[in-house]
């Protein structure tokens, strides 16, 4: 039997479950068990608990057959559970190391009290650390065993069940439960301080509590924030009907007094998800509690929390209304004075678009943009294509900056930025798609649908985890980033770990597709045919090996600068080999590449408009960190990457995982740090031999599951059409990449000068 059993209800949570798991599989103190409880998630939740369970046998895994919330979902899981001590820790909390061996050495201390109370700490997605209200009570608690009769301010302890273990036989015994209801484990805490023969205190941080953005019971609008005052007015009766003499039923009031008033005061304010429609309610019932039950002597803090509270507790919702009104008022006048500092020749585009956006919204009107509107390209346009084919009446229009729009092919709508077409689109769109964000002060109706499709999978930090990164972002507005995700509607992933990521650092109650990326159709559709007119388009010679080089872009580098010594390289490679250069799109022209392909070293193809079809008329990728390789993985072809600067990139940029490791789905094939070592992989043949190509399965396997030719009909129809589920994934093992070049160098992965040996071991 385990000493303590962790319940962590799961739903919605992928994005945050891995390290709340690994925050308490990698406790130092190991005799726990993890009841995993998969509330019928729709996401990936259920998987990753069922990864978790297959690599350690402390985790238990239970799915439910039905979305019932997250009091149920712990209701199952203690059921299960069979440590003596309890503890339901939320999916997106993380439990701080040493925590479970110091509660454990402090229950022994005790005499395995009913329940043992804890600190913690609150984060935002600033990663800003707010410190509890707890630490002076249960630091003046010291090693004592007390109830709740002798020492009724532990009632005015945060009233959560992850700052507290309690013993299972009590948990049993006692009947707990904490049923459907919103806000019940408000009264759970509480309840079990009430009915304990003894508690005892741990004066350290236990649990890191995120406050999250996004879909919550605690955030979704509605009038189910009205079960905070019935959860307040019950624990009131418990206390009032029982067996304490009337001075410690008095002490125990005030102490629940003074909790109960903050958080009645977050749920009743301004800006809290109350829907208009149950405000007046809230209000007065808030105000006849506060009125009943308000300890002699005790006044409203100083605050914006005690300004509520004094209004509230008028009792009227008139007075109540009156009382705040002011304060509304103020408010109101410094948006208007911060408004009319906007630019005048903004604000006139921007008068015209708030009428626009008076207009019925046009059901059958697209608006696509791609990578800050350069054109028509990356998946925002293989959704366009696929529209046009199976949704013929749905429009699309492009939007373009204007130095961009002469690339514009022949007869796609397009507006440019700014212009009046521009505004009136993005007002009466019902769809808005795009793989990075809209220009200008864009307002998303709540009539419309927001289409985040991305752009890559991320190897390189990104969003809200570049706030620890000054050298990218340092210039960037967190602020608004957040801003834009609140838009999204959807969210596209090719994979799990790409959904997984998005949700944490874009944190955000949008859906996650994992629909596969709609612009990797084509490594699928694509024939022999298609694969040679690629080829003859570049003007490649029969039977060259043609090497696609896609550099990333360097965020601690003011200018492009070419990792490789292209010279010699080419020259170490021989002849039969034609290297293809493509430089980041967020450069322009280089004097140097151009340089090069004039003298016919290499071909330069960074102003090519599809990487993709670059891609089919190559051979292999040569690649450092671009997400590029994610996408070609589809073809199966050999992927080698030079990795000269990856300890300054990882350091610079940080890393989800290291490319670089050798293991099976993370490397995805020959790794060489310079020009020698990369021409011997190809001379040698290690560039496709069978070591390369077991590490690119794997790779293929966890990066490349969602893709499968499909993803842009997905798209369509779950967004576009409103198609309630997504169209089933083609089997890995079925799906036939674009085939490889015909005629290319065979290369015997024996030859070579004698010596030579692949550029790294493999495997």
């Not at 009319?340 to 059901?363: C, H, S």
Request: charged residues 25%; glycine residues 8%; hydrophobic residues 40%.
């Amino acid at each position: 039997m385990p000493r303590i059993t962790v319940v962590v209800p799961v739903h919605r949570a992928q994005g945050f479950l891995r390290a709340c798991l690994e925050s308490v599989l990698g406790q130092s103190f190991t005799d726990v068990e993890v009841v995993a409880v998969d509330d019928a998630s729709p996401d990936a939740s259920g998987a990753i608990i069922a990864e978790f369970a297959a690599a350690d046998p402390r985790v238990k895994p239970l799915r439910l057959d039905r979305t019932g919330g997250t009091g149920p979902a712990r209701d199952a899981g203690a059921a299960l559970a069979t440590g003596d001590y309890l503890l339901f820790l939320d999916a997106d909390d993380l439990m701080t190391p040493g925590t479970l061996a110091a509660a454990d050495a402090r229950l022994r201390a005790t005499g395995d009290p009913d329940v043992l109370l804890f600190d913690h700490e609150r984060f935002t997605v600033w990663e800003n650390i707010q410190e509890s209200d707890d630490a002076d009570f249960l630091g003046e608690a010291g090693d004592s065993v007390f109830t709740a009769s002798d020492r009724p301010e532990c009632l005015g302890t945060y009233p959560a069940v992850w700052n507290r273990l309690l013993r299972r036989a009590f948990w049993e015994e006692r009947g707990f439960r904490f049923g459907e209801g919103a806000y019940e484990d408000v009264a759970v805490a509480s309840r079990v301080l009430l009915a304990a023969t003894g508690i005892a205190c741990l004066d350290r941080v236990g649990v890191r509590w995120r406050k999250r953005r996004g879909i919550s019971v605690g955030t979704t609008p509605g009038r189910h924030h009205l079960a905070v005052l019935d959860r307040y007015e019950a624990l009131f009766a418990e206390i009032d009907g029982g067996d304490e003499a009337e001075d410690r039923k008095r002490e125990q009031r005030a102490a629940l007094y003074g909790r109960m008033a903050v958080l009645l005061a977050a749920v009743g304010e301004d800006g809290s998800p109350l829907t208009p429609d149950a405000r007046p309610e809230y209000v007065r019932r808030a105000g006849r509690l506060l009125g009943r039950y308000r300890p002699a002597g005790w006044t409203a803090p100083d605050s914006n929390e005690g300004r509520w509270l004094r209004a509230a507790g008028t009792g009227s919702y008139g007075r109540y209304r009156a009382a705040l009104g002011g304060q509304a008022w103020t408010r109101k006048l410094a948006r208007r004075i911060r408004a009319r500092k906007n630019a005048l020749g903004r604000a006139v585009y921007q008068r015209y678009y708030r009428l626009r956006l008076r207009r019925p919204v046009d059901p059958n009107l697209v608006v696509y943009a791609a990578y800050w509107n350069r054109g028509v390209s990356c998946n925002p346009a293989a959704v366009y294509y696929k529209a046009q084919e199976i949704a013929p009446h749905l429009r699309g229009v492009w939007v373009v900056n204007k130095k961009d729009r002469e690339a514009m092919p022949p007869g796609v709508d397009h507006v440019v930025v700014n212009s009046r077409r521009y505004w009136d689109v993005l007002a009466r769109a019902k769809y808005l798609v795009n793989n990075a964000n809209f220009t200008g002060q864009v307002v998303k109706r709540p009539e419309q649908v927001y289409l985040q499709t991305h752009h890559g999978t991320p190897l390189k930090h990104m969003g809200m985890d570049l706030r620890a990164r000054p050298a990218v972002g340092k210039g960037m507005s967190f602020g608004r980033l957040l801003d834009h995700a609140d838009q999204w509607d959807f969210s596209l992933a090719a994979n799990q770990h790409s959904a997984e990521v998005w949700e944490r650092v874009y944190p955000s109650g949008y859906e996650t597709l994992p629909s596969g990326y709609p612009r990797n159709d084509v490594f699928h559709t694509a024939g022999a045919d298609e694969v040679r007119r690629a080829r003859e388009s570049l003007g490649l010679a029969p039977g060259t090996t043609a090497i696609l080089y896609a550099p990333t872009h360097r965020d601690y580098q003011r200018t492009f600068v070419v990792p490789l010594d292209l010279e010699r390289l080419c020259r170490e490679l021989g002849p039969g080999y034609t290297l293809m250069v493509r430089a980041h799109y967020f450069y322009g022209q280089n004097d140097a590449l151009e340089a090069l392909h004039a003298a016919g070293t290499i071909m330069d193809v960074s102003q090519h408009p599809s990487v993709e079809e670059l891609s089919l008329a190559s051979d292999a990728l040569l690649c450092d960190f671009s997400s590029l390789m994610f996408d070609y993985a589809n073809l199966d072809r050999p992927i080698v990457v030079h990795a000269a600067d990856w300890e300054a990139y990882r350091a610079a940029r940080g890393v989800y995982f290291d490319l670089l490791s050798g293991r099976h789905g993370e490397t995805p094939g020959v790794v060489a740090g310079d020009e020698a070592g990369l021409a011997r992989a190809f001379r040698s043949g290690a560039w496709r031999g069978p070591e390369a190509a077991a590490l690119r399965a794997a790779f293929r396997q966890r990066f490349c599951a969602y893709d499968d030719g499909l993803a842009a009909e997905r798209v369509v129809r779950r967004v576009l059409l409103g198609e309630p589920s997504l169209l089933p994934y083609r089997p890995l093992q079925d799906r036939r990449p674009a085939p490889a070049p015909a005629g290319a160098r065979d290369a015997d992965p024996t030859a070579g000068p004698a010596g030579e040996r692949p550029a790294v071991p493999l495997g």
